[in-house]
């Protein structure tokens, strides 16, 4: 077998830049590197490493793949590729950065790395809640990066908004996020388990991407997810422990006429036949998984008043 030095030696057929992304979307594909955190396909991911490690920009004309490298640009595209191809780093690990739409977030393996359906979805909560008063309230539940909080905030741009998280580190990452957005006065951090540690307040929106990965899948992933902070994946035995939780506290936390929205993943079926009373609205994406769900208020349960005070541990 190869040594890792070997693999990744500077033949002269990669001297463009050209060179350099064809040969990188056949390792991509010999390799079997797992897509979907930063790009859908290998050619857009590898592109998008090449330009971000050359300093070039993400919209650079077709023709800089002409471009002959230097010495100095053919050694940093070498070692950032070995980190992508021969160590499996996520990319937006490597360049500390990912996009929701024209929106850009910090993000580093304290967090997991920003992706969501809800991309689609928060531009359609005014049809949503077509009849409504105005979003006076609105909290992201499980926000990791703080992506989605930071994109309510965007959206309301009169509402508070709360993002919570039981973990500490990736808070720590939201804060930075929330304050290159210039939304730190408006966006409020929580280190909770789901509600248990936040002050009573009710919201108009609740949104939720939460951990769903049923815990025996997890040993199953790739190599990039498993860099991912597994508590941001982990949903337990069968994927609804968060859920279950959020769904048990969100009628105490939701204004008479909110909406709880919930991204499962593949868990449609699973949230059906466990919670077969709700009345799920299951609410249209483009590539047709339809995995966001919409709850009213109205039609939750009624909830004895919010457990406060408890930290997570």
């Given amino acids: 077998m190869r040594s890792r030095k070997e693999i990744l030696r500077s033949p002269t057929h990669r001297a463009t830049l050209g060179g350099w992304l064809d040969w990188a979307e056949r ?101 949503l809640r077509r009849g409504r008063g105005p979003v006076r309230r609105a909290a992201d539940v499980g926000t990791g990066s703080g ?14 908004i709360d993002a919570i998280d039981v973990s500490a580190a990736a808070l720590a990452v939201a804060r930075r996020n929330v304050a290159e957005h210039g939304v730190a006065g408006r966006v409020a951090l929580h280190r909770s388990d789901v509600f248990a540690s936040v002050p009573p307040a009710r919201y108009d929106v609740i949104v939720c991407n939460p951990p769903y990965e049923p815990s025996a899948l997890m040993k199953t992933l790739p190599p990039e997810f498993k860099r991912e902070p597994r508590l941001a994946l982990d949903g337990g035995r069968d994927g609804l422990a968060v859920i279950r939780r959020l769904l048990a506290q969100a009628p105490a936390r939701l204004a008479g006429d909110g909406l709880l929205l919930i991204e499962v993943g593949g868990l449609r079926p699973a949230m059906e036949l466990a919670f077969s009373p709700l009345r799920f609205r299951w609410l249209p994406t483009q590539d047709g998984t339809d995995c966001v769900c919409a709850l009213e208020a109205r039609d939750l349960p009624a909830a004895s008043p919010p457990a406060v005070g408890r930290r997570p541990r």
């Fill in 27 to 127: 390792e991509y594909a010999r390799r079997g590197l797992a897509l979907g955190q930063v790009a859908p396909s290998a050619h857009d991911e590898a592109l998008y490493l090449l330009l971000r490690t050359l300093g070039l920009p993400l919209d650079a004309r077709p023709e800089v793949l002409g471009r002959t490298l230097t010495p100095a640009e053919a050694a940093a595209v070498t070692a950032v590729l070995r980190r992508r191809l021969v160590d499996r780093v996520p990319a937006a690990y490597l360049t500390h950065e990912a996009f929701l739409g024209r929106h850009r977030f910090y993000v580093d393996p304290r967090a997991i790395i920003p992706r969501s359906y809800f991309l689609e979805i928060l531009p359609r909560l005014g049809r």
């Fill in 147 to 160: 992506c989605l909080a930071i994109l309510l905030a965007h959206q309301f741009p009169q509402a508070p």
